[in-house]
């Protein structure tokens, strides 16, 4: 029985117990208040409550501020730090290697947006069964505040002083949806309410479940009139659902409708609990729907939190490639390397 110093693993048929400290990390070195420190509290919280392994996790990251986090939570895990915008090759790697592995990408919005974003993209396109976390705060706060990808259209970084931004930001909910990513969602990391439910979900799916999570930059974005800033998210919000976490239901999925729950299966069995409050002619389960919703709410200057959009039937990238059940790092190396007879036989055949 688990003390409440201690969490209760299930894993592989067997159960343990870890000490909390487990899923804790390294003391964070991020600016005091920045939003990337309550998003790893969160994760952290998310990650004990549905019980993840940390000896069969593995986090990876790119550059910037975000790709520090991996330092900050499960101690005990396997991490990987990549090259600026490469990590979701790294972490395509590690999951076809080892298939038994959860795999939990930390991104910011300049490794994801800008130079790494045709590896998101492909990362979306196979599905790959990874937690794809974007810490998105519009700027390079790592090196002193120049505009990313997704900084807004007008923006002035640095407390509204120097450059002008001209370039209209991407949308990287939007993107994820069109690339074919299986759970799409956005939240605000000073939302633990709703941040919480969309992370147990998330690590609960299998394929990619990207959360793009609005992070101020207390040191160079968060002036007043920046949608990247703690008061302006806080003031412009607009929350499509109330979200819970029920894992293991034995219900049936049900269409949403406005004023009613609405839960959606996940491939584990877990599901996640919805209630419609507005725009209630959208379903998450509609591609089309959710793309127009995002365009729409940019449209009206809106903040919208919530899942946007989730496809549970859709095999994941490591099981499209029909590999044997044994994770490719474990087999023997008679079963890896080909016989002579074999290697004669294609041979012939070139």
Sequence with gaps: MATEATILIESNGHSFSLPALAFQGLPSTLCKG??????????????KAVGVNPYMTVKFSG????????????????????????????ATGAAVANRKLLN??????GDTANIG??????ACRRNLPLLYLIENNGCYG?????????????????????EENTIPPFDLCLEAIMGGATFVARSFAGDKKQLVPLLKAALKHRGLSVLDIISPCVTFNDF??????????????????????VPRLAEIEVEQKAGETTRVQLHDGSWIVLRALRHDEHKVTDRGSA?????????????????????????????????VDTPLALLPDEALRPSRETLEKIMETI
């Design 34 to 47: 920045c939003g990337h420190n309550s998003i790893t509290s969160y994760l952290t919280e998310a990650c």
């Design 63 to 90: 550059i910037g501020c975000s790709s520090k986090t991996p330092a900050y939570f499960l101690q005990y895990s396997h991490g990987f730090n990549a090259l600026h915008g490469r990590m979701p090759s790294v």
């Design 104 to 109: 939990i990408g930390i991104s910011g919005d």
């Design 117 to 122: 974003m045709g590896q998101f993209k492909h």
């Design 142 to 162: 790592l090196t002193k505040g120049q505009f990313s990808a997704t900084a807004d259209l007008h923006a002035h970084l640095r407390r509204e002083t120097g």
């Design 224 to 245: 007043a009139s920046s949608t990247k800033s703690w008061d302006w998210a806080k003031a412009h919000e607009e929350p499509l659902q109330d979200i819970g976490f």
């Design 291 to 323: 793309a127009r919703l995002l365009i729409e709410s940019q449209d009206r200057a809106e903040f919208l939190t919530g899942l946007l959009y989730v496809a549970p039937d859709r095999a994941d990238f490591v099981t499209q490639q029909n590999m």
